[in-house]
């Protein structure tokens, strides 16, 4: 059936996996990639599918109401699958607001327009809500986040995708509008801005640069290919269940310290240096404030009620993720250095 739906945040990392599977994968939807093109959004993400004729561009920011209002009366969007958000939990240490606005505030406005648009039929629309593990805090040793763990956000971002989960949850209640969360874990893979872990650590390892690691390394993240994540977006938006929530994980639980250890082995042998260099470059730094132990997500109930599973083992994801970027030399120059300059914060990449 043709449709026509609205991907906010779609030239950021993950939204642009998310927009090419669909542009691809379903010919017969018109996609509308909405993004206000942040320090984070970049079409050059997008450059291998942006002339295909169901893919569209529309520069907005989701807390500009009259915008809002404007590009869904022009195109009807029978879905939203809503990643526009502020996403580095260090920038929302430095600047909250921004948090507050884009995600919360943002993502009031979406419902609201969407609201405004279906009141007189839901039938067959759906308003996707695309947020994170964190709002469910921090874990010990043991034990896994599941769909029914109580919310426990920490850090200004966390605190405000959990604020938008409610307020999602609230319109779904209230109003009936037709809407499904999903919690993810940490994602790696192609176009992840180098501010984040895997990227910065890659972008300094082939500069011969310190490896940042924060506090002990000892904090655990569980690592999903971001790719698997847009399939799995692509399962819940077609087969999740109205009002659901489903939270999506790697089962690929690494301490930093691990994680950096198995990346410095891989770029060494990538960039044909003896073993053991890239190592060298491990610096133990000030710890993040507020920084949660451990993530790791249970996500048996997509997999079980929806059939999804990952589909690369993390070793070969991260090969995949340092082979795409040693051939994509450019993309990362641009990213650091070119048309960025306005937005971009030269602390978080080079450290
Ligand atoms: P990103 O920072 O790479 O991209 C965010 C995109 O949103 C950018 O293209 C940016 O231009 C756009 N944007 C920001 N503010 C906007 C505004 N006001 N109006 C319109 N567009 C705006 O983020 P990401 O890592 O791709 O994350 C995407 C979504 O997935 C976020 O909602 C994030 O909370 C969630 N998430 C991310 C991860 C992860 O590991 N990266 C894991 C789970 C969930
Ligand atoms: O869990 C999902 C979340 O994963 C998403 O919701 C966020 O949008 C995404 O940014 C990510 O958050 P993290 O804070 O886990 O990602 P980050 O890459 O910033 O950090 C990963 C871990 O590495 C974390 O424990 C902090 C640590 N770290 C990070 C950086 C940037 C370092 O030790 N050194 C660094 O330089």
């Not at 419902?111 to 039929?121: F, I, T």
């Not at 405000?160 to 609230?170: E, N, P």
């Not at 390892?205 to 000892?218: D, H, L, R, V």
């Not at 993040?288 to 994801?317: C, M, N, V």
């Amino acid at each position: 059936m043709s449709k026509t739906i609205i991907i906010t945040g779609g030239a950021g990392f993950i939204g642009s996996h998310v927009v090419r599977l669909f542009v691809t994968k379903h010919p017969d939807y018109k996609i509308v990639n909405l993004d206000k093109l942040t320090y984070a959004g970049n079409l050059e993400n997008l450059k291998d599918i942006d002339k295909l004729p169901n893919y569209e561009f529309v520069k907005a920011d989701i807390t500009d109401v009259d915008a809002i209002r404007a590009v869904f009366t022009k195109y009807k969007p029978d879905g939203i699958i809503h990643l526009a958000a502020e996403s580095h939990v260090d920038r929302s240490i430095t600047n909250p607001m921004e948090f507050i606005q884009t995600n919360i505030v943002g993502t009031v406005v979406l419902l609201n327009a969407a609201r405004e648009l279906w009141k007189d039929n839901m039938e067959g629309k759906r308003f996707y809500h695309i947020s994170t593990d964190e709002v469910y805090g921090s874990l010990g040793e043991t034990g896994l986040f599941t769909e029914t763990t109580s919310y426990d956000p920490r850090s200004p971002y966390s605190s405000s995708k959990a604020s938008a989960d409610h307020l999602v949850r609230a319109y779904f209640h209230t109003y009936k509008l037709p809407t499904v969360v999903s919690n993810c874990s940490n994602n790696y893979g192609a176009n992840h801005f180098p501010e984040k872990l895997i990227p910065l650590s890659i972008n300094n390892i082939k500069n011969n640069k310190p490896i940042p690691i924060y506090g002990k390394g000892e904090n655990v993240r569980d690592w999903l290919y971001v790719v698997d994540h847009a399939r799995a977006i692509d399962v819940i938006f077609h087969k999740g269940i109205i009002g659901e929530t489903y939270n999506i994980g790697g089962n690929n639980e690494w301490t930093n310290i691990d994680l950096i250890h198995l990346l410095c082995k891989i770029m060494d042998k990538k960039l044909n240096r003896p073993a053991g260099t890239s190592e060298k470059l491990i610096t133990y730094v000030k710890d993040r404030a507020g920084h949660d132990l451990r993530y790791a997500i249970d996500s048996s109930k997509l997999q079980s009620e929806l059939g999804w599973t990952p589909s690369l083992q993390f070793e070969e994801g991260l090969e995949k993720t340092v082979d795409w970027y040693l051939a994509n030399d450019e993309w990362l120059q641009n990213v650091v250095s070119g048309g960025y300059e306005k937005y971009y914060q030269k602390q978080y990449v080079q450290r």
